[in-house]
């Protein structure tokens, strides 16, 4: 019987499990997770105001719940207390690295380690009650807040800026940012692209939202617009980015409704500096730019400072490297050939790749689905080989003889009911927990 561990069970893991349990009746396949919660960044990632995309975890539930499918948590591979990437390999018959990119993308200039400047990924884990999140508030005592970047995650934490108390409180976010958000002052929320509205990484659906929002005004400046060529004539352009077009083009000849907040989307500025006052971020220092004729920018010495005291860096996630795993730093990613890791430029057998640890961090929940469909292949044609060599018919026992104590299923519904009591303690849904002593303890199935 083949035995395949997969490291992460995120939509790419789950996937990754899904076509090997299905191509293969033979295969048993542990989905191994740093948490004890599965699911990944749709736990941890997706925000908690898109219920209908949270509930793709109901999808990801019956896979793990597929009876040649288990999910033990709590297992940090290569990392504290967990196996190594070799010992893990001499556990099973092949190993799935599908970790993601959990490290976030830098500016690299000065004054980006302020106190109020954060990466929109660490405010994402707050209010997503990710247990290695900073509570710090984020929103206390600020009134302009400044969202660097013009993609999806950039659009989701300005979303959740603009939301009210009463559309919060209905999701499954933690209480202390609850309460933040709720008491939140914050009136001006600036979205700044580097390039222009016709090279934003935002997809329709998601821009469009921004205009749902209540009491919230979208301002788009229309000669800011009108400095990207596509914006005057955007037949040329997909239909994605010609959609695009037209939402800011309604916008920036809408009037003004009036609303308590303001997202301002603003085209043609780079980052150079963010200011300080009083040893906090204050503002952010942009460069007015100009299309370069080759897709790109360049600078033209004419300045604006926009007033911040909340800086949120939303430029792309990174891949972080695994020990003992080869790492390309220049992507970011694992080198691999259809998903086969590559070790010195040569395929290591039994170790492969799925996710965006396998091609950077870029396209939504289902381009994991053909992703993973091909390391599923590559591995399956691998299987004569990779059975000549013995592994343990269980390896939990034996991890648990090394001093590793997985979170089984049990373990996850447990929490799982722990999250709904605390809800309903608050008169809320569901309310996550949000720090390791009470994930744990709920694991145990003790109180929370
Ligand atoms: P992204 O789509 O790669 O967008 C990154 C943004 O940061 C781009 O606007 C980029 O501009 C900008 N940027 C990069 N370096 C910069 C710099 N040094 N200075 C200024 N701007 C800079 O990344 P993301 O928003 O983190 O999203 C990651 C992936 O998750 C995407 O595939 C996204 O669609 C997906 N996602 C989907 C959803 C959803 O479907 N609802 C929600 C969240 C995330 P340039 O283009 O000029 O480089």
């Known amino acids: 019987m083949l035995r395949v561990a997969v490291v992460g069970s995120g939509p790419s893991g789950c ?77 099973y018959h092949a190993v799935v690295y599908c970790v993601g990119a959990a490290a976030d993308r830098r500016l690299g200039i000065p004054g ?6 954060w990466s929109a990924t660490e405010f994402v884990s707050w209010y997503s009650a990710h247990p290695d999140a900073v509570d ?3 929103v206390h005592g600020v009134r302009s807040a400044v969202v660097i970047g013009v993609g999806n995650v950039a659009v989701d934490v300005a979303r959740m800026l603009a939301r009210g108390a ?23 929320i600036h979205m700044v692209g580097r390039r222009g509205p016709s090279q934003a990484r935002f997809t329709t659906k998601e821009l469009r939202e921004l205009g749902l929002l209540p009491d919230t005004d979208v301002v788009v400046d229309p000669r800011e617009l009108a400095l990207d060529p596509a914006y005057t004539d955007p037949s040329a352009l997909p239909s994605a980015q010609r959609r695009n077009i037209e939402v800011l083009r309604g916008w920036a000849e809408a009037p003004a409704r009036g609303g308590a907040r303001r997202i301002r989307l603003r085209f043609f500025l780079r980052p ?8 906090r971020v204050g503002a952010v220092r942009l460069e007015r730019t100009v299309p370069d004729g080759h897709g790109g920018v360049t600078g033209t010495g004419r300045y604006e400072d926009v007033a911040a005291q909340l800086v949120l860096r939303s430029v792309g996630y990174r891949g972080v490297p695994l020990d003992g795993l080869p790492f390309d730093a220049g992507t970011g990613t694992v080198p691999h050939r259809a998903g086969r890791v590559l070790r010195d430029g040569a395929v290591a057998p039994g170790e492969y790749v799925a996710g965006w640890i396998k091609r950077g961090p870029t396209g939504v ?11 599923v292949a590559s591995l399956l044609a691998d ?4 059975v000549r060599r013995q592994v343990p018919d269980d390896s939990v026992p034996v991890l648990r003889a090394e001093g590793v104590e997985p979170v089984e299923w049990s373990g996850w519904q447990a929490i799982e009911r722990a999250e709904a009591a605390l ?20 694991a145990r199935g003790g109180v929370a």
């Open 383 to 386: 299987v004569p080989v990779l």
């Open 15 to 91: 996937y990754t499990a899904q076509g090997l349990v299905q191509q293969d009746s033979s295969v048993r396949v542990d989905v191994l997770d740093r948490l004890p919660c599965p699911y990944g960044l749709v736990r941890y990632g997706v925000a908690p105001d898109h219920e209908k995309i949270k509930s793709l975890q109901n999808n990801l539930r019956t896979i793990l719940e597929h009876e040649r499918v288990r999910f033990l948590g709590g297992v940090h591979v290569g990392g504290s207390g967990g196996p190594s990437v070799g010992r893990l390999r001499e556990l």
């Open 112 to 117: 980006e380690d302020l106190p109020g400047s």
């Open 365 to 375: 929940i289902g381009t994991n689905r053909p992703c993973a469909k091909e390391t």
């Open 423 to 442: 809800g309903a303690s608050l008169g809320r849904e569901v309310v996550k927990l949000p720090d390791w002593e009470s994930l744990r303890a709920a």
């Open 272 to 279: 150079v500096e963010l200011l300080a006052v009083d040893g």
């Open 136 to 138: 710090d508030g984020f």
């Open 166 to 188: 009463a559309e919060l409180r209905r999701t499954d976010m933690p209480e202390s940012a609850l309460a933040a958000l709720a008491a939140s002052r914050v009136t001006e």
